[in-house]
């Protein structure tokens, strides 16, 4: 099976919380790989922190849309956010912070499109 009959049937069988979640993982398995090159590896870094921008880019114009079904609070805080990842980025390539808080961000968006962990609905 050819790698583009593989990604073709994995996105047929993908929801889009499934994809998003995917997408997710992997911007920030480029992030994580970013945080850990040399400063000098510019485009490596570039390239990761271009990626996680767009990706957030992305949802705040969709939160922007007034079509969008989303409740309005949780748009504006995805918005909000996505302004703070594009101040971050640019901190982090002026070299005054680093990739954490980005990954940390990031990895909470990819636990709640992840659900509820397998012991929740004992909690419940």
């Avoid at 073709?8 to 919380?17: F, K």
């Avoid at 090159?37 to 485009?43: G, L």
């Avoid at 005054?96 to 609905?121: H, R, S």
Wanted: proline share 4%; hydrophobic share 40%; with cysteine.
């Amino acid at each position: 099976m050819s790698l583009q009959a593989y990604k073709t049937a994995a996105t047929r069988t993908e929801n889009p919380r499934e994809m998003e979640y995917r997408l997710f993982g992997q911007v920030t398995r480029a992030l994580m790989h970013a945080s850990t090159v040399d400063p000098s590896d510019v485009a490596t870094r570039i390239d990761a922190l271009d990626w996680n921008r767009r990706l957030w880019s992305a949802l705040a114009t969709d939160c922007a849309n007034p079509d969008n079904g989303m409740d309005k609070a949780l748009r504006a805080q995805i918005i909000s956010i996505s302004l703070f990842v594009s101040r971050h980025s640019s901190t982090i390539m002026r070299g005054e912070d680093d990739f954490e808080a980005l990954i940390d961000i990031n990895k909470m968006v990819m636990q709640g499109l992840a659900g509820p962990g397998p012991g929740a609905q004992q909690a419940a």
